[in-house]
Nanobody, 124 residues
């Protein structure tokens, strides 16, 4: 049974940084794509970043490119999202997701496994 547990959210001022972690368990994740999504109040859940578990391929939404970095630690079964230069519009619940596919995908429906989410609030 796949489990994803996010941590690292919190309250930060504009321009600040946070690092989110996603601990994955329940199976071997080689051959999986791992993604971060976010959902602000009243808005659709949107793609943020993705990484392939078995290769260095990454992909970012335009809104976070150059500010956020996704990475993984295979030994710890953990995926990270380093968020720098945070803006109030980055405020949302951030979700980790896993998809049993080799290639990266930005499509929410292609990720069958989700964590419970962690709140990120950026004050102006």
């Amino acid at each position: 049974q796949v489990q994803l547990v996010e941590s690292g959210g919190g309250l930060v001022q504009t321009g600040g940084s946070l690092r989110l972690s996603c601990l994955a368990s329940g199976r071997t994740f080689s051959g999986y794509a791992m993604g971060w999504f976010r959902q602000a109040p009243g808005k659709e859940r949107e793609f943020v970043a993705a990484i392939n578990w078995s290769s260095p391929d990454t992909y970012y939404a335009d809104s976070v490119k150059g500010r956020f970095t996704i990475s993984r630690d295979n030994a710890k079964n953990t995926v990270y999202l380093q968020m720098n230069s945070l803006k109030p519009e980055d405020t949302a619940v951030y979700y980790c997701a896993a998809a049993p596919r080799v290639g990266i995908t930005v499509r929410r429906y292609e990720y069958p496994y989700w964590g419970q989410g962690t709140q990120v609030t950026v004050s102006s």
